[in-house]
């Protein structure tokens, strides 16, 4: 079994900043890839940013220059930096991990609300 943990979620108002972690538990082997993904009310799951075991990162283009993930494969960690905050990003925020053997596992979600 994978367990991953979301953690940072909150309100915050629009240009501010938030920061979501994401720590991987469990009978993990090998890690091709964790990500970050989003939905909000009424509209399908898609895609934030991801990051490779090597470092290669993918970012949704709504995203691109204010947010940045980042991982310590260490501790089977992943980061996600948000900044320049606006009401569009808010959403529930899904922490997925892709192992060597492409499964894919998913967080529970951690909310976040951008809101004056």
């Known amino acids: 079994q994978v367990q991953l943990v979301e953690s940072g979620g909150g309100l915050v108002q629009p240009g501010g900043s938030l920061r979501l972690s994401c720590a991987a538990s469990?009978?993990?082997?090998?890690?091709?890839?964790m990500g970050w993904y989003r939905q909000a009310p009424g509209k399908q799951r898609e895609l934030v940013a991801t990051?490779?075991?090597?470092?290669?990162?993918n970012y949704a283009d709504s995203v691109k220059g204010r947010f940045t993930i980042s991982r310590d494969n260490a501790k089977k960690t992943v980061f996600l930096q948000m900044n320049s905050l606006k009401t569009e990003d808010t959403a529930v925020y899904y922490c997925?991990?892709?192992?060597?053997?492409?499964?894919?596992?998913w967080g529970q979600g951690t909310q976040v609300t951008v809101s004056s």
């Open positions: 997925k991990l892709t192992s060597d053997h492409m499964r894919d596992y």
């Open positions: 469990g009978s993990i082997f090998s890690i091709y890839a």
């Open positions: 990051i490779t075991s090597g470092g290669t990162t």
